[in-house]
């Protein structure tokens, strides 16, 4: 397996050394390799190095102290702005304000994303992919000057690791995987597949920690709660409105 | 650079000879290895190699003709139905079945493909994306029996180059990075950033055979047609809905 996909972790603690200059911009370059909707590269990568940027960032990030901890931060956008505003310069028509090509902008800049994060960890760095992105896009959209057009999909933190950080453990591969078409889950396969996870000594820990009997209520009680889950539907949506990908 | 991301291109014709077993299933598990929404796995991937099933999915990629061709269709979904059956089956209320959660599982899909992407590529061999997975979604679900809480994301054909395929060119990398805040375009950019492109042969050839003045216009008036776009956002928002991705 590839090196970087086999090694791959989520990163949360970094030194303070900083990412050389020509290292980031072969990590940008290899996000534009990706595979992106008909060639058109519907997303845009913002680069945030600035420490001020990166504070006023954090909060979007809900003070994740890898925020302002690593030295670089990048903003996945997918962005219909650039290709539409060639359209209208040449003369035709974009009709590319709504959702199906929000969508495949959103492709296009995570493809781009996972590209980068690779590419990142063959240099010897360290990643981790900030969510948190989606809760807060309005907010992030006014810090960094997004416009119509223009919204973040995914964020991601790059640095020099600070230590060493385990793999994460990950459902077995069948799980995932349906031959031909899907078979659902009966509740014996449910009870094998999270077998290993609802077993292991970090689940015990968590439980302790959580006062909860199962994993399953720390992801749905304290992790992604309904009413939070809802709360970002309804902020993201509106946020994909007001940036003009509902217009049609 | 990561030599499989220096050299990714689009593979659109391949040989008949099948992708082994064992060299699926490491693209599969480098698939699993990509970061995920709190390592939650919100995805599945349908494997389709048998051609009777290649070619009731054929019209739903517009009948390239590399579905067909191709030994294996891989089809990428969002998925929040597993780990809500986990959920329930462990007395904890899942609060998935909304737009923050498919866009989520979707960036989880999404960055497994990429990583599949990358690991078939170092195998040898070629992959097209098939963004046609969200245009006719629908019957996609339909074919593959996708269940409420699973909907295609994006779908990929790997297999053997029948034939060497060229790089494609890119934008410069400048033209999608933006430094601390986004700098919007002026005109004297969009020139700059598509000159290359503008002024290629393999441009002036589509020009010809398209009888029209310019590129954008290739991609308005016949690649990306503004009606078809918005067919596109209404047929896949619906089939979100009936997906249950709307339910909250």
Redesign the interface.
């Known amino acids: ?2 090196n ?3 090694n ?1 972790r ?1 990163v949360r603690s970094y030194t303070a050394q900083p990412v050389p200059e020509e290292v980031l ?2 990590i ?8 992106t ?5 519907l ?8 420490q001020a ?1 990166k504070e006023r960032l954090a909060p979007c990030h809900f003070n994740q102290p890898c925020v302002t901890q690593a030295p670089v931060l990048l903003t996945f ?1 997918a ?1 219909i ?3 539409s ?3 209208r ?8 304000d ?4 929000f ?2 902008a ?2 296009d800049a ?2 781009a ?3 980068a ?3 990142a960890e ?1 240099h010897g760095l360290g990643i ?2 900030l ?1 948190t992105a ?1 809760y807060t896009a309005s907010r992030i959209c006014d810090i ?4 119509e057009g ?1 919204v973040p ?2 964020a991601m933190v790059v640095g020099y690791p600070a230590a060493d950080t385990p793999l ?4 077995p ?1 069948d ?8 078979k ?2 009966t ?1 014996g396969d ?2 094998r ?2 077998h290993e996870r609802e077993c292991s000594r970090e689940t015990a820990g968590l439980l302790e920690a959580n006062g909860l009997p ?4 720390i ?3 304290r ?5 939070d ?2 709360a ?2 309804r902020s ?2 509106e946020c994909l409105k007001k940036q003009g990908f509902f217009n ?1």
């Open positions: 397996m590839i970087e996909i086999k791959h989520s911009n072969e940008l370059a290899a996000a534009t390799r990706a595979s909707t008909g060639n058109m590269q997303y845009s990568i913002v680069v945030t190095e600035d940027m956008c962005d702005r650039r290709f505003l060639w359209c310069q040449r003369g035709a028509e974009p009709v590319y709504n959702f199906a090509w969508f495949n959103a492709t995570l493809l994303s996972q590209n994060a690779l590419e063959a981790c992919y969510g989606i960094l000057s997004l416009p223009v999909v995914t994460t453990d990950r459902l591969v799980a995932v995987v349906h031959r031909e078409t899907y659902d889950y509740p449910i009870d597949i999270w199962n994993l399953a209520r992801f749905t009680e992790r992604y709660k309904g009413e889950n809802l970002i539907s993201y949506l049609q």
